[in-house]
């Protein structure tokens, strides 16, 4: 995608549907999709590192603790599609579309990404914690007490930091949508 040809067509039509020129737009989504690439790394060096813990040391025998492997690499696996789906999804669109149809897609993009921010982000998480919770007993009783406390604490401080991450992004999404129904 050039921004230069984007440009050229986005100058060339009446700007008369919003406050934000062509360059507002472009900016402002090219952060948001480095920030959706970002979060994709994040989660993916996750679920990599979760994999690669599971084959080489949980599915000795099955049991809870496999289990709560398998949730938690499958909460952050559909996350990880559901981004990368919602990411090509829009810049497939943003090549083919004139200024004033992009606007009026992203208005429906971000509607729709609110249903992943408010429905489908809490219930990933609600599982990957419960996938985390399911792996305590096993870290109670294989690790040492001060391996363990450092297990659980850095485990809870890791999940309060990304859900920080993820509200910010929650309200940056929802001050673009405002934007774009100015």
């Not at 949980?58 to 990411?87: C, D, H, K, P, V």
């Not at 485990?155 to 001050?175: P, T």
């Amino acid at each position: 995608m050039e921004n230069d040809n984007l440009n050229k067509l986005w100058d060339n039509q009446a700007n008369d549907i919003s406050n934000l020129n062509p360059k507002d737009i472009i900016t402002k989504a090219k952060k948001q999709r480095n920030s959706q690439y970002i979060s994709i790394t994040i989660m993916s060096l996750t679920v990599a590192i979760l994999i690669i813990y599971a084959f080489y040391y949980a599915f000795n025998q099955w049991n809870t603790f496999n289990l709560g492997l398998i949730y938690m690499i499958s909460s952050l696996t559909l996350r990880i599609i559901l981004e990368f789906n919602s990411l090509y999804l829009k810049e497939k669109r943003l090549i083919s579309m004139t200024q004033k149809s992009y606007h009026a897609y992203l208005k429906k993009y971000y509607k729709a990404r609110q249903k992943l921010n408010y429905v489908i982000t809490p219930i990933c998480i609600a599982v990957y914690i419960f996938g985390f919770y399911l792996l305590l007993p096993y870290f109670k009783e294989y690790f040492s007490k001060g391996f363990y406390n450092y297990i659980l604490i850095s485990g809870i401080l890791s999940l309060i930091f990304v859900i920080a991450i993820i509200i910010n992004s929650i309200i940056k999404e929802q001050r673009f949508l405002k934007q774009l129904h100015k």
